[in-house]
């Protein structure tokens, strides 16, 4: 089972501290998510995870190491960053063969994925030509060639129509039944509150709680986790306050 | 290593901007020697020799060659920049040394495999022209064998040059602008900016041109060796500049 650690993660940009001694770690089996307001640090945690960035102080692993010292990394993790990372003269095709190069990954799986996302039918057409919801959908592919055990997913139901919405929580709910971690940021709170089991919500780049849904609508009083999570990441809420985290290990 | 390379010469099949520059150096080469053979003769041009191959075959190969595979790295190495792609590069092999030396042993295959593709093109053509002409054949004469070696060779090292300025700079019209500006521009004012005339034979173009063609009698122009040599130590230079930088920086940022 894979699980992802963030150990007093910091990072800074010249005086702008985006990240700020984060420190949680997720649960296999199970979907997590991560919540803030824009420039909350969200996707760069994401990036420092990813190995994109490096952080000024603190670790973030995965199974136990930095991602720069996995081997065979995309069988081991698959994420969606971006979905604007395909040349945009390149097919659909060729974008996932070419990320499946690396890893060995045969090019039947690649048709695989592609099936699974529903862009079959489109591979063959430039990625410069897709709307944004096929980007979506192409990234997703390629988080998923290589069978991960972790999936990190920044924005994935961004662009998606309300079908492919459905059809992501379904996808997403189902990896996590076969036993993967699945840690995904989101704005859609209301969407989001359907999908996860846990969330981990930061603002200002610190830990403003990590905890089970169920848990955390208990223990705070909150309606709902949009209710709980207006209120937390207002401009006048005390950051990272400890009523919040049931725990920091969501494990 | 093997898969990333072959990830990276995949990377060049399916971008039609970079193999089109490769593709068309390949038609000039032929269609120099076309017009260099067909230009023989008349109009005070010297007539067609066995003399006329070496020629031949460093004039279509050498210069347009080199930069088209230049201009072929340089879109496929800074592009993943422009486009983002470095992204999925780098979450498929964080290791980001083992990337770039990928990306220089992909260059350097893809400027030999041009090189030696037009050369072979050049001495088909060739052969067919000078025998149309009734000229003999003489592929043991001077000059064939160092044609046929150094403009691979050459193209090779460019290639390196390509993927090294493409990542140093991360912007592809940026760096395509600075690779035609030096051809075309720098490398020529520099000896009057500096008062030094010798400086010249010192630089890219210029030893790129001993390579091909040799010494010159005045000794204007470096040696063959000392000229790989330093060319050699420019595409070294640019290479581990956009290595380190490559290692250094972050990914997938507005600039990354």
Not at chain 2, 122 to 139: C, E, F, K, N, R
Not at chain 2, 144 to 159: D, E, H, N
Not at chain 2, 215 to 242: D, E, M, R, W
Request: charged share 15%; hydrophobic share 50%; with cysteine.
């Amino acid at each position: 089972m894979s699980t992802i650690a963030v150990e007093g993660l910091t990072k800074r940009y010249g005086t702008v501290t985006a990240v700020d001694d984060l420190t949680f770690e997720l649960a296999p089996g199970r979907i997590t998510g991560f919540l803030g307001p824009n420039g909350a640090g969200k996707s760069t945690t994401m990036r420092l995870l990813l190995g994109l960035a490096r952080p000024a102080s603190g670790r973030a692993t995965i199974n136990g190491r930095p991602y720069s010292e996995l081997r065979d990394p995309l069988r081991q993790i698959g994420a969606l960053i971006d979905p604007n990372v395909f040349h945009p003269g390149r097919s659909g095709r060729a974008a996932l063969r070419i990320a499946a190069r690396p890893a060995r990954i045969p090019d039947q799986r690649v048709e695989e994925v592609l099936n699974l996302v529903g862009l079959g039918s489109a591979a063959h057409r430039r990625a410069g030509g897709y709307s944004q919801g096929m980007r979506q959908r192409l990234a997703l592919a390629a988080a998923l060639l290589g069978d991960p055990e972790t999936l990190v997913l920044d924005e994935p139901a961004s662009g998606l129509d309300p079908e492919g919405v459905h059809w992501l929580r379904g996808l997403l709910r189902g990896l996590a039944t076969e036993g993967r971690t699945v840690f995904v940021s989101s704005h859609l709170l209301a969407e989001l509150a359907q999908t996860v089991d846990d969330v981990v919500i930061i603002n200002r780049g610190r830990l403003v709680a990590a905890d089970s849904m169920a848990g955390l609508l208990e223990r705070t009083g909150a309606s709902s986790l949009e209710d709980f999570f207006l209120g937390a990441t207002s401009p006048d809420a005390r950051p990272a306050d400890p009523t919040f985290s049931r725990s920091r290990s969501l494990s | 290593m093997r898969s990333l390379v072959s990830a990276e010469l995949l990377k060049l099949r399916s971008t039609r901007s970079a193999w089109i520059p490769l593709a068309a150096a390949l038609a000039i080469a032929v269609i120099a020697v076309v017009a260099s053979t067909t230009a023989a003769g008349p109009d005070g041009n010297p007539h067609l020799s066995p003399a006329a191959l070496p020629g031949l075959l460093r004039a279509s190969g050498g210069q347009i060659v080199d930069g088209a595979v230049l201009l072929c790295w340089i879109v496929l190495s800074a592009g993943e920049f422009r486009h983002r792609t470095s992204v999925t590069t780098f979450l498929g092999e964080p290791n980001r040394l083992r990337v770039v030396s990928a990306k220089l042993i992909a260059a350097a295959l893809t400027g030999a495999a041009v090189g030696l593709l037009a050369e072979a093109l050049s001495a088909a053509t060739s052969a067919a022209a000078l025998s149309a002409h009734h000229v003999p054949l003489d592929w043991s004469q001077p000059g064939v064998l160092g044609a046929v070696v150094a403009v691979p060779l050459l193209a090779a090292l460019f290639g390196v040059l390509g993927v090294g300025l493409g990542l140093l700079l991360r912007n592809t019209a940026a760096a395509l602008g600075l690779a035609l500006m030096w051809a075309f521009v720098i490398e020529g004012i520099i000896p009057a900016l500096t008062h030094q005339p010798g400086t010249t034979r010192w630089l890219p173009e210029a030893a790129a041109n001993a390579v091909l063609h040799g010494a010159s009698p005045a000794a204007t122009t470096l040696s063959a060796g000392v000229a790989l040599a330093v060319l050699t130590g420019y595409a070294a230079v640019l290479a581990g500049a956009g290595a380190a930088l490559t290692a250094r920086k972050e990914i997938g940022t507005a600039t990354g």
